[in-house]
C-alpha cells in the first residue's frame, strides 16, 4: 500500500511528465490541398504531396494561378516561392519557380525540420506591382 505521502509524490511525477508527452506527441495535420488565396487580382492555390509532407522526405508543392476562369500564362506572370517556419524564421532564400504555361508553377522540397511551415508565393505582371499569397501547413516527424 503506498502512503499518502507516497501517492502525493506519485502524482505530481505525473503531472510533470504530462507536458513532456504532450510534447512528444506531436501530430501534423493534413493541409487542406486546393485553399486559395489572393495575390492581387491572381488567385492562387496550394496543394502539398504527401499531405501532410514528412521531414527529411521530398515533398511537392504546386501552386495553380488563375485570374478569374483563366489560367495564368508565363507571359503575365512570374513567381517566386519563399518558404519558412514562421515561429522559428529561418531567413531562406527565395526559389524562382517556371510557370508551365498552363497556370500551374511547382517545385521539390525536402523540409529539414517538422513543425509549422509557410509558404509564400510571390506573383509578379507585367503591369502592376507584385503581390503575395501566403499558405501555412504543417510538415510532419
Ligand atoms: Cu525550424
Redesign the pocket.
Known amino acids: 500500500m503506498l502512503g499518502q505521502r507516497n501517492m502525493c509524490r506519485l502524482l505530481i511525477g505525473v503531472l510533470a511528465l504530462a507536458p513532456t508527452l504532450a510534447a512528444c506527441n506531436i501530430q501534423a495535420q493534413p493541409f487542406a490541398n486546393g485553399t486559395s488565396k489572393a495575390a492581387g487580382p491572381v488567385a492562387v492555390a496550394l496543394g502539398v504531396q504527401p499531405n501532410p509532407p514528412r521531414v527529411g522526405q521530398q515533398a511537392e508543392l504546386r501552386f495553380t494561378l488563375r485570374t478569374g476562369d483563366q489560367p495564368v500564362v508565363p507571359s503575365q506572370a512570374t513567381c517566386e516561392l519563399t518558404l519558412d517556419?514562421p515561429k522559428?524564421p529561418?531567413n531562406m532564400q527565395a526559389i524562382p519557380l517556371e510557370p508551365d504555361g498552363n497556370g500551374r508553377c511547382q517545385t521539390r522540397y525536402t523540409f529539414p525540420?517538422a513543425?509549422g511551415w509557410s509558404a509564400k508565393l510571390k506573383v509578379g505582371s507585367p503591369n502592376g506591382a507584385p503581390a503575395e499569397a501566403s499558405f501555412e501547413f504543417d510538415v510532419g516527424p
Open positions: 517556419m522559428m529561418m525540420m513543425g
